[in-house]
């Protein structure tokens, strides 16, 4: 096998669509999520429909909401665990940013971070259950638009970072394959004019 081969095995795992399909399912979630929430007027007539760990949501914390800017101003972010939370995310990104050429690595990471995102739900409900816990007020609402605003969209921040890496990396391996090929194909003519110009001498 030559060398450059190895390179490019990261390339061929990432272009497998089975690696991206829990990051599209993840990111679709989300997406309609937001969609739910922040849809067209007919969509926003109609109330959303709120499970049972969800009713005791505060009312002046949803009446304060026009617009998800207004709600990203309304989400306490100085509570500690938000704080917390914050951290969490912020040394995730260090981590990705820092594991450079460890792709096995970044593969872990990748997939563990799907993993929480798809959690998410479920997190939610439990976090509406227990929030007297660790928060305040609970903010945890049945379409989950808090949890996947500071907990699953950073999620996939970086993971989109991860795949933004792995583009890089195989845009690299790709252009030093094709110099290697280039490489190869030029040793192995001036090899043959070598030869057909010993054959004439002879």
Not at 18 to 39: C, D, K, P, T, V
Not at 62 to 91: C, G, S
């Amino acid at each position: 096998m030559k060398k450059y081969d190895t390179e490019s095995v990261h390339t061929i795992m990432f272009s497998s669509p089975l690696n991206l399909n829990l990051f599209m399912s993840a990111f679709q979630e989300i997406h309609e999520r937001l969609a739910r929430q922040y849809g067209n007027d007919e969509e926003r007539k109609v109330p959303p429909r709120r499970s049972q760990h969800s009713s005791g949501m505060p009312n002046h914390f949803t009446r304060q909401v026009d617009n998800y800017w207004d709600f990203i101003k309304a989400i306490p972010w100085f509570e500690p665990w938000l704080v917390a939370l914050m951290v969490f995310h912020l040394l995730c990104f260090v981590v990705v940013v820092a594991s450079g050429k460890h792709y096995n690595t970044q593969y872990v990471i990748f997939f563990s971070l799907l993993v929480l995102v798809y959690l998410s739900e479920k997190l939610n409900e439990y976090s509406a259950e227990n929030w007297k816990l660790f928060a305040k007020e609970n903010y945890f609402d049945s379409n989950g638009l808090f949890t996947s605003t500071v907990f699953s969209a950073p999620i996939l921040f970086n993971c989109i970072c991860l795949i933004i890496l792995w583009l890089r990396a195989a845009a690299d391996a790709m252009i030093e394959i094709k110099k290697r090929q280039i490489i190869d194909e030029y040793e192995r003519e001036r090899k043959a004019k070598g030869e057909d110009e010993s054959k004439k001498k002879k």
